[in-house]
């Protein structure tokens, strides 16, 4: 499985665009990137999946370069309501039947 | 469409004693997966369930550790002769293919608290 590497915590402010970068050098042919998004209390929730280039939904988006050793979560104009746990995660499509968390990101988003 | 249903949302327990936990996944789905989380931690796997049969239970610690998923009803995490170190939050998810690239769906949790 690849290594993964991300920040421990990032604090930002409301309005502002938040990057939240991902290291996974030894990432294999089939791996895909997602991102889970942890608020307190609460169980994991799915936020995007990518394979590789830009992918964006209605909630953030994924930035994959060619090499697709690294990703960025982007999150658009933050809210409150965006302070969580981000957890980038390298899923193998190859039947694997599990997901493997790391310690993720806490964002913490500032008035 | 109601998502994953954990039961109790809080448990306490008196270290020795038996702690049930409870998930139902969501209408259709035929996966389920068990995570324990500590404070501060990310999620780590325990065991991965189909209807009947237990498909991967590496995460499972070897002792006094249970899961099944029977044919009807939902899915039980059972903890026998429960200590300290079992206080945790449980999380449960389903899924309708097995593949987690698809997605998984977690319910919000159970919150154990031995004392």
């Known amino acids: 499985l690849a290594k993964i590497t991300q920040p421990i915590s990032m604090d930002s402010y409301e309005g502002q665009e938040v990057n939240i970068t991902c290291s996974h050098n030894n990432i294999a042919t089939n791996d895909y990137i997602t991102w889970y998004q942890q608020f307190p209390s609460q169980g994991p929730r799915f936020i995007i999946q990518?394979?590789?280039t830009k992918v964006t939904n209605e909630v953030a988006s994924l930035f994959i370069p060619a090499d697709r050793k690294s990703s960025t979560l982007s999150l658009p104009r933050v809210s409150l309501s965006d302070t969580a746990v981000y957890y980038c995660l390298v899923v193998p499509d190859d039947g694997y039947n599990k997901l493997i968390f790391g310690a993720g990101t806490r964002l913490a988003v500032h008035p | 469409n109601a998502g994953v249903m954990q039961n109790p949302r809080h448990l306490v327990r008196r270290r020795g004693q038996e702690a049930r936990l409870r998930c139902s996944p969501m209408?259709?789905?035929?996966?389920v997966y068990w995570y324990r989380q500590l404070p501060e931690e990310g999620l780590k796997f325990m065991v991965y369930?189909?209807?009947?049969?237990?498909?991967?239970e590496s995460g499972m610690p070897k002792e006094r550790f249970s899961a099944e998923f029977p044919k009807e009803g939902p899915s039980i995490l059972r903890i026998q002769q429960v200590v300290r170190g079992d206080s945790a939050a449980y999380f449960c998810a389903s899924s309708a293919t097995g593949q987690p690239n698809y997605g998984y769906t977690f319910g919000s949790g159970t919150r154990l608290t031995v004392v």
């Open positions: 369930l189909q209807k009947e049969n237990i498909i991967d």
């Open positions: 209408k259709g789905h035929s996966h």
């Open positions: 990518g394979y590789k």
